[in-house]
């Protein structure tokens, strides 16, 4: 088992003005912000605008056209594309994104396209990773391209479930990129979850409120 962090920053997955601004208040240190759908999709533009003028905590938005797999057209990227730059225009910290291949691997030169756009916001590489089939080599593959964050659950269902390929995974990755750990994050796990993976950030659902402010504490401890 890896040694306990002391402390950890909690991003917090909103999808409305109100849970960003509670995420916010409580503790959360970083806030990702999603429209409707499974997954989260892109959020309207009103409301990046408007979360975006009550945070001074980073910012970082959903780019997701649909809510199906993340094999996209050519339409589809066209899409992404103009919610980047539109994102970048009202000032957003960062971007979540993730294109894969029909066979699950990481589109390397449609990401690249996107993560070029996306400049000089950060940007990470959200769950689609889970969907790849080999861990190591998508993140080698995201290393290679300069992503800053990668969230996962480390190919399983929850982050407790995936703890040891988020120990390899975080290892691999030293301070090239950050592995977000995220699936079922809560209070009762999370420090759990940091001491047996060594991830120094983790993410978890705050359209509830008091999963944040339970998060928060146990990260207080």
Same mark, same amino acid.
């Given at each position: 088992?890896?040694?306990?962090?002391?402390?950890?920053?909690?991003?917090?997955?909103?999808?409305?003005?109100?849970?960003?601004?509670?995420?916010?208040?409580?503790?959360?240190?970083?806030?990702?912000?999603?429209?409707?759908?499974?997954?989260?999709?892109?959020?309207?533009?009103?409301?990046?605008?408007?979360?975006?003028?009550?945070?001074?905590?980073?910012?970082?938005?959903?780019?997701?056209?649909?809510?199906?797999?993340?094999?996209?057209?050519?339409?589809?990227?066209?899409?992404?594309?103009?919610?980047?730059?539109?994102?970048?225009?009202?000032?957003?910290?960062?971007? @979540? *994104?993730?294109?894969? $291949?029909?066979?699950?691997? #990481? &589109?390397?030169?449609?990401?690249?396209?996107? =993560?070029? %756009?996306?400049?000089?916001?950060?940007?990470?590489?959200?769950?689609?990773?889970?969907?790849?089939?080999?861990?190591?080599?998508?993140?080698?593959?995201?290393?290679?391209?300069?992503?800053?964050? @990668? *969230?996962?659950?480390? $190919?399983?269902?929850?982050? #407790? &479930?995936?703890?040891?390929?988020?120990?390899? =995974?975080? %290892?691999?990755?030293?301070?090239?990129?950050?592995?977000?750990?995220?699936?079922?994050?809560?209070?009762?796990?999370?420090?759990?979850?940091?001491?047996?993976?060594?991830?120094?950030?983790?993410?978890?659902?705050?359209?509830?409120?008091?999963?944040?402010?339970?998060?928060?504490?146990?990260?207080?401890?």
């Amino acid at each position: 088992m890896l040694s306990m962090l002391t402390t950890a920053l909690l991003e917090a997955c909103c999808d409305s003005f109100e849970s960003a601004r509670v995420a916010q208040e409580l503790g959360a240190g970083r806030v990702e912000l999603c429209g409707a759908g499974s997954g989260g999709t892109t959020p309207s533009l009103g409301l990046i605008a408007r979360v975006r003028d009550e945070l001074y905590i980073p910012l970082h938005v959903m780019i997701r056209p649909n809510t199906g797999d993340f094999v996209y057209s050519a339409d589809d990227l066209d899409v992404m594309k103009n919610d980047i730059i539109a994102a970048r225009a009202l000032g957003v910290d960062g971007v @979540v *994104l993730g294109v894969l $291949h029909s066979d699950r691997t #990481i &589109d390397v030169d449609r990401t690249a396209s996107l =993560l070029a %756009l996306a400049r000089p916001m950060r940007v990470t590489f959200h769950r689609a990773f889970d969907s790849t089939p080999d861990a190591t080599d998508a993140l080698d593959a995201l290393m290679t391209l300069g992503v800053d964050y @990668v *969230l996962t659950a480390g $190919h399983a269902s929850s982050a #407790i &479930d995936g703890a040891a390929c988020l120990q390899r =995974l975080q %290892l691999r990755a030293g301070h090239t990129l950050t592995v977000l750990a995220g699936g079922g994050v809560r209070g009762h796990n999370v420090r759990d979850v940091i001491s047996r993976t060594g991830v120094r950030e983790v993410h978890a659902n705050a359209t509830d409120a008091g999963i944040v402010r339970e998060l928060v504490l146990a990260l207080a401890e």
